[in-house]
T-cell receptor
Framework: GDSVTQMEGPVTLSEEACLTI???????????LFWYVQYPGEGLQLLLKATKADDKGSNKGFEATYRKETTSFHLEKGSVQVSDSAVYFC???????????FGKGTLLTVNP | DAGVTQSPTHLIKTRGQQVTLRCSPKSGHDTVSWYQQALGQGPQFIFQYYEEEERQRGNFPDRFSGHQFPNYSSELNVNALLLGDSALYLC?????????????FGPGTRLTVT
């Protein structure tokens, strides 16, 4: 079945540091890939998405590229801010499956 | 434009009881999915409703049931509650026919079973 594996957290960075959160997936067919963010006490917000190989999703300075050859969708940001502190989830939605399959999440803490 | 809303925000129930959670989808959306998020874990898919029918179901027992109403809102019912049902229950809505299948999440209902 479909699965998503994310880099284990927590990740602690200083403000303005570079961020990479690794995500790899297993799926049949050609899934759509997503990064969601969850701030403390809130639901999930869609951060960015990509629907086919080599697509790059981007939003709020975050980027991720759909790499079919390595089945990866790593999240990157060049300069993190304290306000980026949250839990980040990689997810996929594949083929005829309507559901989202999530990774376990990565807690990011950014210190001033 | 109202987003996805859920009620109640928090709920405390006793083992063996039954609970009903409610969800109103984002304006223009016709599909509702429910997820269970245990503490420190990613959300797990429970089921999805479209046109008032369950379209797909995850690996959850029959104690979990749902309903979708003609106005697209939805309910999640859990019978015979277990301690392990304590979690954040998330509702997500989407619209069939969108070019990219995106789900928009509500803030969730925190269920505690004692």
């Amino acid at each position: 079945g479909d699965s998503v594996t994310q880099m284990e957290g927590p990740v602690t960075l200083s403000e303005e540091a570079c961020l990479t959160i690794n995500c790899t997936y297993t799926a049949t067919g050609y899934p759509s890939l997503f990064w969601y963010v969850q701030y403390p006490g809130e639901g999930l917000q869609l951060l960015l998405k990509a629907t086919k190989a080599d697509d790059k999703g981007s939003n709020k300075g975050f980027e991720a590229t759909y790499r079919k050859e390595t089945t990866s969708f790593h999240l990157e940001k060049g300069s993190v801010q304290v306000s980026d502190s949250a839990v980040y989830f990689c997810a996929l939605s594949g083929g005829s499956n309507y559901k989202l399959t999530f990774g376990k999440g990565t807690l990011l803490t950014v210190n001033p | 434009d109202a987003g996805v809303t859920q009620s109640p925000t928090h709920l405390i129930k006793t083992r063996g009881q039954q609970v009903t959670l409610r969800c109103s989808p984002k304006s223009g959306h016709d599909t509702v999915s429910w997820y269970q998020q245990a503490l420190g874990q990613g959300p797990q898919f429970i089921f999805q409703y479209y046109e008032e029918e369950e379209r797909q179901r995850g690996n959850f027992p029959d104690r979990f049931s749902g309903h979708q109403f003609p106005n697209y809102s939805s309910e999640l019912n859990v019978n015979a509650l277990l301690l392990g049902d304590s979690a954040l229950y998330l509702c997500a809505s989407s619209r069939v026919g969108q070019g990219v299948y995106e789900q928009y999440f509500g803030p969730g209902t925190r269920l505690t079973v004692t």
